[in-house]
């Protein structure tokens, strides 16, 4: 992974919010997309790979799922499991928090009915990510990809990933295209609610089967 947003870079800042803004990071709300995208969904096992903080982990958990939490900063991970501790044994014991670069790591195969994946800065190829990720998705599953896409397409202008590489629609609808037999039931780019902050790719397929 490049210097600029590497292990080392999202450990520190982490720990800088984590210090700074504890509060702020437990009454942050899950995610809108995997609101609107798998509030319907049946629970099963899921994973979420890149897991930050943990809030999408624990709103899963909190409505059925069990969770896979995937993240490789040790910070970001103590802070989800002292949030689900926080909510009861009922919520945490839904939840295994691991440690892992995404950068190499792969699910199990076909281990999970839900595969999701929020703003993750990818470390080299956008098909490579997707297609690593779509192999945890069970038969009949779904694969749920989020991204800040880091120039804003309407106005040119840098937004507040520039310089990452996140998933896109074009990137990803062709990786599992090229895989075979997954239905795209999604593929939109989103503008975000707040003025200036950008637009969100997202991607929601059903995995063959």
Known sequence: MDGTF?????ERRWDQVVREHPDAIARRPPNAHLLAEAGDLRPGAALDAGCGHGGEAVWLASTGWRVTAVDFSP??????????????????????????????????????????????????????????????????GT????????????????????????????????????????RIEVAEQRRRAAEGSGVDAVVRALAPG
């Open 6 to 10: 590497d292990r080392d870079f999202w």
């Open 75 to 140: 910070t970001a991970l103590d802070a989800g499991r002292a949030m689900a501790a926080g909510l009861g044994a009922d919520v945490a014991e839904r939840i295994n928090w691991e440690e892992a670069d995404l950068g190499t790591w792969s699910p199990p195969p076909g281990r999970y009915d839900l595969v999701t994946s929020l703003y993750v800065h990818i470390d080299g190829s956008v098909g490579e990510f997707v297609t690593r990720l779509a192999g945890g998705v069970a038969p009949g």
């Open 143 to 182: 694969l749920l990809l989020v991204g800040h896409r880091p120039v804003d397409p309407e106005t040119g202008a840098d937004t507040p990933a520039a310089g990452q590489v996140q998933v896109s629609v074009d990137e990803t609808t062709a990786a599992l295209d090229a895989l075979g037999g997954w």
